[in-house]
Antibody
Framework: QAQLQESGPGLVKPSETLSLTCTVS????????WSWIRQPPGKGLEWIGF???????NYYPSLKGRVTISRDTSMNQFSLRMTSVSAADTAVYYC?????????????????WGRGTTVTVSS | AIRVTQSPSSLSASTGDRVTITCRAS??????VAWYQQKPGKAPELLIS???TLQNGVPSRFSGRGSGTDFTLTITYLQSEDFGFYFC?????????FGQGTKLEIK
């Protein structure tokens, strides 16, 4: 069974860029969709965006323009880059794998998650 | 975006009890609801998809019901290992959205 592990700085300064990486072990990235999801303190989870192993992406509308998700399938990794961060971006960030439907289509449900990494935006 | 309202936000129950967590969507999501369990310091685990389909390895004391806008997760005969955080998610509309979660504590 695949496992996911998030990594990256735990502290980012306001207006700077947040960068996180998710490493996939025990499985391949091929033919799957992969997402970033976050949970601000005291709030519910918020989906950020996905990338397919073929490079296709889609993002939460209000974050479009600040967020980029990329992947390196040779390294079995995908990454999140979020620019111009503010305190509102303080959250636990999770990476997750979408489960597949019978036809390999996009399902916005997540069958494997990482443990999450805490990112604090503060000067 | 579809709003998902989950209740209660916290719950304390004894082993052997039956507990029910509810999620209500702001519009029809058919049966496109998933339930997850998360324990402290661990990755969330998918329990149920399609509102009622139990994932492999999930104990049969967990069950999900509902369609349209109202959904429930029920744990019958609660075990001590069932403590944790539970949250629902709709994946009918874009973007996918989540309930606020329920913290289940064992008395």
């Amino acid at each position: 069974q695949a496992q996911l592990q998030e990594s990256g700085p735990g502290l980012v300064k306001p207006s700077e860029t947040l960068s996180l990486t998710c490493t996939v072990s025990g499985g391949s990235m091929t033919d799957y969709y992969w997402s970033w999801i976050r949970q601000p303190p005291g709030k519910g989870l918020e989906w950020i965006g996905f990338i397919h192993s073929n490079g296709n992406t889609n993002y939460y509308p209000s974050l479009k323009g600040r967020v980029t998700i990329s992947r390196d399938t040779s390294m079995n990794q995908f990454s999140l880059r979020m620019t111009s961060v503010s305190a509102a971006d303080t959250a636990v960030y999770y990476c997750a794998r979408h489960w597949k439907d019978a036809y390999g289509g996009l399902i916005y449900g997540f069958d494997i998650w990482g443990r999450g990494t805490t990112v604090t935006v503060s000067s | 975006a579809i709003r998902v309202t989950q209740s209660p936000s916290s719950l304390s129950a004894s082993t052997g009890d039956r507990v029910t967590i509810t999620c209500r969507a702001s519009q029809d999501v058919v049966s496109y609801v998933a339930w997850y369990q998360q324990k402290p310091g661990k990755a969330p685990e998918l329990l149920i998809s399609g509102a009622s389909t139990l994932q492999n390895g999930v104990p049969s004391r967990f069950s999900g019901r509902g369609s349209g806008t109202d959904f429930t997760l029920t744990i019958t005969y609660l075990q001590s290992e069932d403590f944790g955080f539970y949250f629902c998610q709709q994946y009918s509309g874009f973007p996918p959205t989540f309930g606020q979660g329920t913290k289940l504590e064992i008395k």
